[in-house]
């Protein structure tokens, strides 16, 4: 009989391990296409709204259709259509990394955070709240989401060289516009074309957003900071300290002289950020626009480096290769949708789950309002896609239990934009963790759990406060 000293022969129990991201969106889109064989086909009629010029659904108009379950071959090819869905965002990931390869190269943009964390040694914690705040200014009243990835590398680099980890510049940049996004102040993008939707005044309801946005900053910081004072106290307590990202270090004892071509290249990556906000402000500029911006700074960037064309040819296809793979995330993410649209079962789901929201009792209908668009977020991960799908079928519903179609509006903004930080459809999410360097979905999810179920809450006590005080208006 053997003695339990030897605990070599102890069995050791199977540590759980969530899958490399590929594998985990595959499973995901092997589900949908599942799905297509047990769901029936189904379809809402679509029309024009005069109001707004969109096309959206006849919420009295579903019916059922022949099935269209999708083939084992499908499965395969959702794959190149899901690129060729997502190729902006896709184009934008790339182009963006690439021409900030050739300004790294430079050396420039070391040198000057090292010099800014020396001139502001003692003020990290200050500094990180200046930048949230920017960022959850620019998601809560600009509604910017996929935009904010190019800011995504410069924050990282910033939050290591001050002691942190990426983590903490990826949440300080992402997860506090996402957040405002969510809340959407004057977001036009979920906000605004709701409230167009349902012939309410733009952006009425702002005090109460406003209220909304005080408390949700108040809470983020909280959380953020906390774990950014224990990885600085502590670098062994970070989420990603076993990992080797592809971010490279910042030398801040011997930095190097900032030479007049470094500031010469510093300016060139400044006026490409310029130009990339205000191109999208006022000029309709998006993704490709952006893209573009990056490209012709980093190429600028390199001239003024002394870079001969070579050289920058090679910087930039390094810094290609380096992210191409988020491009490949970001299109298995799109594929999702691609096989529940191709299977026709996209309105069946979406039918479903308002008759469920409709044998609520009446006092649970706002909340499960709320509860069925975080659900629909993960299929529909785009805000406004979401909105001409969802809020023509929940504004009459709101008027059906004598609710506010203001209410319907809350439960739809908070229920889309909280999740888009951490479900892995979102192609905004999936480039911007690789353009932090490569940090692992599964990684991040489990970091970003906690203040997901914080937020998910809070947001459930406002749409049950805005019931409750019936906000209008109407």
């Given at each position: 009989m053997n003695s339990g000293g030897n605990v070599d022969n102890v069995k050791k129990r199977p540590h759980f391990r969530v899958p490399h991201v590929y594998v985990l969106l595959f499973f995901i889109m092997a589900a949908a296409a599942i799905a297509t064989y047990i769901l029936p086909a189904g379809q809402f009629e679509r029309i024009v709204d005069e109001a707004t010029g969109r096309t959206i659904i006849d919420p009295n108009s579903f019916h059922y259709i022949e099935s269209a379950p999708v083939s084992f071959f499908f499965l395969f090819k959702s794959i190149p259509l899901g690129i060729r869905a997502a190729v902006d965002v896709i184009f934008m990931v790339v182009l963006t990394m690439a021409g900030m390869e050739i300004i790294n190269?430079?050396?420039?943009?070391?040198?000057?955070?090292?010099?800014?964390?020396?001139?502001?040694?003692?003020?990290?914690?200050?500094?990180?709240?200046?930048?949230?705040?920017?960022?959850?200014?620019?998601?809560?009243?600009?509604?910017?989401?996929?935009?904010?990835?190019?800011?995504?590398?410069?924050?990282?680099?910033?939050?290591?060289?001050?002691?942190?980890?990426?983590?903490?510049?990826?949440?300080?940049?992402?997860?506090?516009?996402?957040?405002?996004?969510?809340?959407?102040?004057?977001?036009?993008?979920?906000?605004?074309?709701?409230?167009?939707?349902?012939?309410?005044?733009?952006?009425?309801?702002?005090?109460?957003?406003?209220?909304?946005?005080?408390?949700?900053?108040?809470?983020?910081?909280?959380?953020?900071?906390?774990?950014?004072?224990?990885?600085?106290?502590?670098?062994?307590?970070s989420h990603v300290s076993d990992l080797h990202l592809d971010i490279e270090e910042i030398d801040l004892e011997n930095p190097g002289e900032f030479t007049l071509r470094h500031k010469l290249v510093l300016v060139t990556l400044v006026a490409g950020f310029v130009a990339a906000v205000y191109g999208c402000l006022k000029l309709g500029w998006f993704m490709v626009e952006i893209g573009a911006c990056f490209t012709l700074a980093g190429v600028i960037g390199g001239l003024f480096a002394g870079m001969n064309l070579d050289e920058i040819a090679e910087n930039y296809g390094l810094g290609a290769r380096k992210i191409i793979s988020a491009g490949i995330t970001i299109g298995l993410a799109r594929a999702i949708l691609v096989i529940l649209e191709q299977g026709l079962i996209v309105?069946?789901?979406?039918?479903?789950?308002?008759?469920?929201?409709?044998?609520?009792?009446?006092?649970?209908?706002a909340l499960g309002m709320y509860l069925i668009q975080v659900i629909i977020n993960t299929f529909i991960p785009s805000g406004s896609g979401q909105a001409v799908v969802t809020i023509p079928i929940l504004g009459p519903l709101a008027e059906i239990i004598g609710s506010q179609q203001q209410v319907a509006v809350i439960a739809y903004q908070l229920g889309d934009g909280f999740t888009n930080r951490i479900i892995p459809t979102s192609a905004a999410l999936?480039?911007?963790?690789?353009?932090?360097?490569?940090?692992?979905?599964?990684?991040?999810?489990?970091?970003?759990?906690?203040?997901?179920?914080?937020?998910?809450?809070?947001?459930?006590?406002?749409?049950?406060?805005a019931d409750m005080l019936a906000l209008g208006p109407f």
């Open positions: 190269q430079t050396g420039a943009l070391k040198i000057a955070i090292a010099n800014m964390i020396k001139a502001i040694k003692g003020k990290e914690y200050f500094l990180l709240i200046i930048v949230g705040l920017v960022f959850t200014a620019i998601g809560a009243f600009v509604g910017w989401a996929e935009g904010i990835m190019m800011f995504v590398p410069i924050g990282v680099a910033l939050s290591i060289a001050m002691g942190f980890d990426a983590l903490v510049g990826f949440d300080i940049v992402t997860l506090m516009a996402g957040m405002g996004f969510a809340v959407g102040v004057t977001n036009i993008y979920t906000v605004g074309v709701a409230q167009g939707l349902l012939g309410l005044p733009l952006f009425s309801g702002l005090g109460f957003r406003m209220v909304m946005l005080i408390v949700l900053t108040i809470v983020s910081f909280l959380w953020i900071l906390r774990y950014a004072k224990k990885v600085k106290e502590n670098p062994a307590a309105d069946t789901i979406i039918f479903y789950l308002a008759n469920m929201v409709q044998s609520l009792p009446t006092s649970l209908t999936m480039g911007g963790l690789a353009m932090a360097g490569g940090i692992p979905w599964s990684r991040y999810a489990r970091h970003v759990a906690p203040i997901m179920g914080i937020w998910i809450v809070i947001g459930g006590i406002f749409v049950i406060i």
